[in-house]
């Protein structure tokens, strides 16, 4: 046994690792790999039916032996179905001719095809002249390109004529060399990152839920820092260490346990209809029955964020202050410092780094909050954004998209569950991104911090 | 050379007239929660020398130094009675403000507690909780206040790196330097050798013989030697109780009490 036990320890290690390395890659294989351009194939079945498509995954067939791979055909318009499960033993011949064309586009969702024609006014081009002036053309705003047309073909020879304005991107994977493959990935990140989403958030960008996760946490930041501090400097230097201290920290400690979506509840009850209705009823009487704050908003969703984290804060911060010695506040008090000029000028700066500390546990534990927001205010599209040029600029009435909401509701309520699994690996991986960033910058603050007072701990 | 004491009640507890003496201790009793820690002291401390408290663990000595800068405020279940006056002042009159008193009674504890910040900011700390005065005129204090402490010479050309990379030794001068730089009257010494090494004890020792000229020190030690080294007079505490007090000579070679003696020689711990 007493051979065992450290292997025991260890192998606990290895395997936190293992499922911490599992989780990473599945996000960063399957997230990221949905922008690379993905070959597309020309399908002949036995029967003479033609399809083209990308081949997504293999299975083995239901009722007899072998296996069938389901192929993502697009094409809504023409036979209302996207995806396409073709027997193995029955594909005639695959090729991968280099003209196969994939648009993205709204609404109807992506097609794959042929492009016969360009036209635009009275020019009518054909072939690879009509591949160049589409790619100019998409350079171009919506606005510019709005009187042009595509004539294309389907795989199954059905032609249809597409207006050129609801084309976002176009591209023919199978006659693009790798590194034209690389910077369409790195076009197709960036787009996801930097736009809003489109055809139900079952494609387009996270930009609108990325903005408005940050802003959320940092709203929330602002307003639990200084209570949590606050708080936390009252129960370890303020209060008699008695009883009713004791009996207030476990309560507060408590807290950080209970469900969040208790919280959520909460702050329904006494934010939204409690004092955003009264709120409407005295300053926005003009604009009722329609609620300005009486509805979930951004302001309600960060104060129930940071009543959720408060206990955090408070716990962390109180931890803190414990550590610093009590020589440190007596040799302030012995040079004459009043009890404030004390906390202020020598145990503050001293907590500073634990404050941080706090501050990354509410704000890692906030980003990924999502059962409390569904009640105070996140938005499945949000028709504005939370800060825009209009005075006073930051609306912390409107309602907010947010990340996590975002990837709840593309995997579960979208209309096609396969075509919008790879931006849910995606928005995951990002949400992941973007506590890692928040956190890594506290942390190499408190880095700084510490280093600047040649502490070494 | 050494104030003429005149002799008080007991033939062993020496006794200064108000003129000698800068600071008064009179029948002061100290209790933690009820539980006795100072029972009726009576003691006037002579202004510029070095006093000693002396006594085995728990005798009350560090208590009573607390006392004298009313660090017990901060301990709410400490009550006391009886009077602690410097040059005539109640130190527990209520229009005694406590900042003003501490910053008249600067205290040096047992290990070295710079704060996390430069060695330039730490002296300045005291200077910038008063008045505000120019940059030019507080470098001069801060350069004359680390001159005193003897420190001046090994940390002039790093002022401004942090104070937690000096040796223990001169942290413990560095926070003497930040009590000189308010200028107390009085410098209370808690044990400020014992967390240190021999040569740095030496230094810090020499610098409290030095400083007498410019104010009154209260040493607590628990070390003889160093008692009897840098100390005028010594006053020797057991039991919360003062037993013995008067020339260090006298106190160390021709104790009046056999407990004294016991304890000086080794014999009562």
New interface residues.
């Given amino acids: 046994m007493s051979r065992l036990w450290p292997w025991l320890c260890a192998a606990s290690v290895a395997l936190s690792l293992l499922m911490l390395a599992a989780l990473l890659t599945l996000l960063l294989t399957r997230g990221l790999g949905h922008f690379w351009p993905a070959t597309l194939e020309s399908v002949t079945l036995d029967s003479g039916e033609i399809i083209a498509g990308e081949a997504v995954r293999e299975a083995p067939l239901p009722h007899r032996d072998g296996e069938e791979r389901l192929y993502f055909t697009g094409n809504r318009d023409l036979d209302s179905h996207r995806w396409r499960w073709v027997a193995i033993d029955r594909i005639a011949e695959r090729s991968t001719p280099r003209a196969l064309v994939r648009l993205e586009r709204s609404p109807w969702g992506d097609f794959i095809g042929y492009l016969s024609a360009f036209e635009s006014g009275s020019d009518h081009l054909e072939g690879d002249a009509a591949w160049h002036a589409l790619t100019t053309a998409l350079a171009h705003t919506t606005f510019e390109r709005s009187n042009a047309t595509l004539v294309l073909q389907s795989a199954t020879g059905e032609t249809l004529r597409q207006p050129l304005n609801e084309i976002y991107r176009a591209h023919r994977p199978n006659a693009m060399a790798w590194w034209e493959k690389i910077r369409y990935w790195f076009q197709g990140v960036w787009q996801f990152l930097s736009e809003g989403p489109r055809a139900a958030n079952t494609g387009g960008g996270v930009w609108p839920a990325i903005f408005g996760t940050v802003l959320m946490v940092m709203v929330m930041s602002v307003i639990v820092m200084p209570f949590g501090v606050l708080a936390a400097i009252y129960l370890n230097e303020i209060a008699h260490q008695g009883r009713l201290t004791r009996l207030v920290r476990i309560g507060v400690r408590n807290l950080a346990g209970v469900p969040s979506i208790v919280y959520g509840v909460f702050g329904l009850g006494v934010f939204v209809y409690g004092i955003g209705s009264s709120l409407d009823a005295w300053f926005f009487s003009d604009s009722l029955p329609s609620p300005t704050f009486g509805t979930g908003g951004l302001l309600w969703a960060s104060l129930t964020l940071a009543l959720l984290t408060l206990p955090v804060v408070i716990v962390a911060t109180e931890e803190g202050l414990a550590r610093i010695p009590d020589a440190q506040r007596e040799g302030a008090v012995a040079l004459g410092a009043t009890r404030l000029e004390m906390l202020t000028r020598v145990v503050l700066p001293m907590a500073a780094p634990a404050m941080l500390t706090a501050m990354i546990l509410a704000v890692a534990r906030a980003a990924g909050e999502v059962a409390p927001l569904m009640l105070v205010g996140v938005a499945k599209l949000a028709p504005q954004m939370p800060v825009d040029g209009e005075f006073p600029y930051l609306h912390v009435e409107r309602k907010f998209m947010h990340l996590g909401y975002h990837l709840f509701d593309t995997a579960y309520h979208g209309e096609d569950m396969q075509a919008a699994l790879p931006l849910v690996y995606a928005t995951a991986l990002l949400l992941v991104v973007i506590v890692l960033v928040l956190n890594l910058t506290a942390i190499l603050l408190r880095h700084y911090l510490r280093h600047q007072r040649g502490q070494s701990c | 050379m050494l104030a003429s004491p005149h002799v008080s009640n007991a033939a062993y507890l020496t006794h200064f007239s108000a003129e000698q003496s800068c600071l008064n201790i009179e029948r002061f009793s100290l209790a933690y929660a009820g539980k006795i820690a100072l029972r009726e002291l009576t003691l006037s401390v002579p202004r510029h020398r070095v006093t000693a408290f002396i006594g085995p663990s728990g005798c009350g000595k560090s208590t009573l130094l607390r006392a004298i ?1 009313r ?1 017990h405020d ?1 301990n ?1 279940n400490a009550t006391h009675s009886g009077r602690i006056t410097i040059e005539g002042e109640d130190i527990y009159a209520d229009n005694m403000q ?3 008193l ?2 008249r009674i ?2 040096v ?1 047992q ?1 070295p ?5 430069s060695i330039y900011e730490n002296v300045a ?2 200077l ?3 008045k505000r005065m120019s940059k030019r005129k507080r470098d001069d204090i801060i350069e004359w206040a680390l001159t005193s402490a003897a420190l001046w010479d090994e940390v002039k050309d790093r002022l401004h ?5 000096l040796s223990g030794g001169q942290q413990q001068r560095l ?1 003497i330097a ?2 000189l730089a ?1 200028q107390p009257d009085i410098l209370l010494l808690d044990e400020p050798a014992s967390a240190l090494d021999p040569i740095s004890t030496l230094k810090v020792e020499e610098l409290i013989r030095n400083l007498k000229s410019q104010l009154t020190l209260i040493l607590v030690t628990h070390n003889m030697q160093q008692a009897a080294r840098v100390s005028d007079y010594t006053a020797f505490l057991h039991g919360g109780e003062l037993i013995e007090y008067g020339p260090t000579d006298q106190v160390f070679t021709n104790p009046h009490l056999q407990r004294t003696e016991d304890y000086i020689t080794g014999r009562m711990t």
């Fill in positions: 800068n660090l901060l709410e406590v900042s003003e501490r910053r600067g205290m504890f290990t507690n710079p704060f996390p910040m700390f005291g910038r909780l008063q790196k942090s104070a937690w990379q926070v930040r009590t308010v």
